[in-house]
């Protein structure tokens, strides 16, 4: 993990082996932090690096509910913000995707093909308590903390509870998994002619930092390179669709773009098969 202290008021906790990057806003009243990882463990881990006590943290931000962002909540006591579409995700997952019996099975299968993974998920699950969001947005949340300006601004695209924090002033944007840099995203929640669209407003910020959901801290050239990766391959799987081919056909196509040769390589295909299928409705 590269701890990154971008101003005064801004921190990014870099982490391109871990997982998720996470953000903490300094505040006069308090500290703000941007997503809480995939555990309990790992949310205390990023505030234990930087000498930062769980009650000094006055706010938390879900940015979506993917679990990597989320399953930390339960370590904090203050409020937690989100898009309403965030909590109601979430309660959904708690009875399907997040369910004992989802677990148990997955844990099951796990132990059948990857032991490690299937020992650090089971201690994941041993303390884990999901906790919901207990203060939502719609459109746009306008915050002050200690004098310090900041806006919560729901854009979807990735998923379509997504929202990225903007510090107006420093011009400090924490992008969320509108990004990733240097690998191949994860698109099976999202919607794509929405994301493209996303990514080009995420240009019109101007932004003097920028932290994405995954990755290092990047600027316009990520952006681009994500949205044309994004935009050519929907346009190409479109023209297959239409000449006929089914999936297997259109993803074996070799001209498809790469993103990133040594990152999650396995998406490639499986992208553009989520994309065939959402262009087909």
Known sequence: MDIIK???????????LEGVNAGLIHTPSGMILIDTTSSPAEARGLLDAIGVL???????VNTHFHSDHTWGNQVFKCPILAHRLCQERMRTALTNDWSPETFRSYLADLEKTDLKKA????????????????????EQF????????????????????LSVVWLPESR???ASDLIFQGRYPYIFDADIPTWIDRLNQLIRFNASAIVPGHGVMCGETEIIHLREYLQETWDLTAEHIHAGHNPEETAAYPAFPIFHENKY?????????????????
């Open 119 to 138: 020992k650090e998920f089971s201690s994941t699950l041993k303390d884990l308590h999901i906790t919901l969001p207990d203060k939502v947005f719609d």
């Open 265 to 281: 390589e396995r998406l490639h295909r499986a992208n553009i098969y989520y994309m065939y299928k959402q262009i087909l409705g």
């Open 142 to 161: 306008e915050g002050e903390s200690g004098g310090l300006e900041y806006q919560v601004i729901h854009l979807g695209g990735h998923t379509p509870d």
């Open 6 to 16: 971008i101003d005064s008021h801004s921190t990014a906790f870099i982490r391109p």
């Open 54 to 60: 769980i009650s000094d943290v006055q706010m938390v």
């Open 172 to 174: 400090v944007l924490f």
